[in-house]
């Protein structure tokens, strides 16, 4: 989560506004209702599995 603050700012230059696909993405960063997490779901250890 934290490598998205730039894009708080608007700091990057154009053309990484990809990676805000993540952001939405239910196996990347979403978890509705509880907001975004900070690890990447869809690694194989999130969540403590193995």
Known sequence: ???FIPW???L???GY???WEQIVN???FASPPCGPTT???RHPRYGGRL
Do not use: T
């Open 26 to 28: 239910p196996e990347g």
């Open 39 to 41: 690890a990447e779901q």
């Open 1 to 3: 989560m934290l490598g």
């Open 17 to 19: 506004e990809e990676a």
């Open 12 to 14: 990057p230059d154009k």
């Open 8 to 10: 708080c700012f608007e």
